[in-house]
């Protein structure tokens, strides 16, 4: 029996991942069936949950692969900068159905919050991260603590992502994002 390597591992689990990415998007986590799983990926069902072991666990696998590519550009460039690939389709949209399937399940499921709450740290930790760079750089108004600023952020990106998927428009949400920026940084000297 030939041998897999590592890299063609990696690669069919990412291929798992990306096709039920936009198996969740379309159908929601409950409507993600093992059926639409297999059309999605393009492999059997024991060729997925060789790799996940149930449904969930590829689903947060989902998540924390979200959370964390959103995470390395917080670090990079700030959570606005995320809301902003949003609105402009740099960043791939189909995790909007995972970001949504999550809040559900947090509403509803108290066996996800638990399980999910093992998962969820990146995004937090990497928006605090940044803030409180910017804050010794003197660049974030510092009558607020960066506690608050990073919840008010979370919260303005969760406002976004409804809105995204509530299918309302967007083309003009460019300057609302520029005041939510200019909310958070220090006052220019005039």
């Known amino acids: 029996m030939p041998r897999v390597s590592t890299d063609q591992l990696a690669a069919r689990r990412q291929q798992i991942l ?11 986590y409950e409507g993600a069936t093992v059926r639409r799983l297999e059309e999605y990926t393009g492999l059997s069902r024991g060729a997925i949950f ?4 149930d449904k969930e666990a590829l689903f947060l696998a989902l998540a924390e692969q979200d959370a964390t590519r959103m995470a390395e ?26 970001r949504l399937e999550v809040s559900r399940r947090l ?7 638990a399980r999910w709450q ?60 520029d005041l939510v920026e200019n909310a958070v940084r220090a006052p220019l000297m005039r």
């Open 50 to 53: 060789h790799y996940f072991r």
């Open 73 to 98: 550009v917080v670090a990079e460039q700030g959570l606005v900068q995320v809301m902003r690939d949003l609105l402009d389709g740099t960043s791939d949209r189909s995790w909007l159905g995972t």
């Open 118 to 177: 093992e998962h969820s740290g990146a995004l937090t930790a990497a928006t605090r991260a940044r803030l409180e760079r910017q804050a010794a750089a003197g660049a974030l108004r510092d009558d607020v603590g960066v506690p608050v600023l990073a919840q008010y952020l979370e919260l303005v990106l969760e406002g976004l992502v409804s809105h995204l998927a509530m299918g309302l428009p967007a083309d003009d949400l460019g300057p609302v994002l």
């Open 107 to 113: 509403r509803t499921e108290p066996e996800f919050r």
């Open 18 to 28: 990306t096709g039920a990415r936009t198996c969740f998007a379309d159908h929601g």
